[in-house]
C-alpha cells in the first residue's frame, strides 16, 4: 500500500502564492508519476499537473500553465506543487495521486494512490 499525505493549504489572496507538498511512504518503489488534481464544489475532477520519475518530465493543465510548477524531491519521497499568480477561480480541494502505469496523466483513471485533499482558498 501507498500513503500520500498533502499539506500546505490555506487562503490567500489573490495574487498571492502557496506551496503544496505531497509525502509519499509505503510502497512507493517503481511508480511512474505522480499528479494534483483540484475539485471545485460542483465540478468534475480537474487535471493540474504531472510529472514523470523517469526524465522528470512535467505536464500541466492549461488553466494552470505558467502560473504552476510541479517538482519532486526524490530523497524526501515528496512532490511539491507551487503556485503562484493565485485566481479566486484555483479554489478547490487540491488531490495527489500516484501512478504505476504508463497512461496519460491528464485523467485521473492513470492512477492508482490518492491523497485526502488539502483545501486552497483565493480571495478577490
Known amino acids: 500500500q501507498v500513503q500520500l499525505v498533502e499539506s500546505g493549504g490555506g487562503s490567500v489572496q489573490a495574487g498571492g502564492s502557496l506551496r503544496l507538498s505531497c509525502a509519499a511512504s509505503?510502497?512507493?518503489?517503481?511508480?511512474?508519476?505522480e499528479g494534483w488534481f483540484r475539485q471545485a464544489p460542483g465540478k468534475e475532477r480537474e487535471f493540474v499537473a504531472a510529472?514523470?520519475?523517469?526524465?522528470?518530465?512535467?505536464y500541466y493543465g492549461d488553466s494552470v500553465k505558467g502560473r504552476f510548477t510541479i517538482s519532486r524531491d526524490s530523497a524526501k519521497n515528496t512532490v511539491y506543487l507551487q503556485m503562484n499568480s493565485l485566481k479566486p477561480e484555483d479554489t478547490a480541494v487540491y488531490y495527489c495521486?500516484?501512478?504505476?502505469?504508463?497512461?496519460?496523466?491528464?485523467?485521473?483513471?492513470?492512477?492508482?494512490?490518492w491523497g485526502q485533499g488539502t483545501q486552497v482558498t483565493v480571495s478577490s
Open positions: 509505503g510502497r512507493t518503489f517503481g511508480s511512474i508519476a
Open positions: 510529472i514523470r520519475r523517469s526524465g522528470g518530465i512535467t
Open positions: 495521486a500516484a501512478s504505476w502505469n504508463s497512461g496519460i496523466y491528464y485523467y485521473p483513471n492513470a492512477y492508482d494512490y
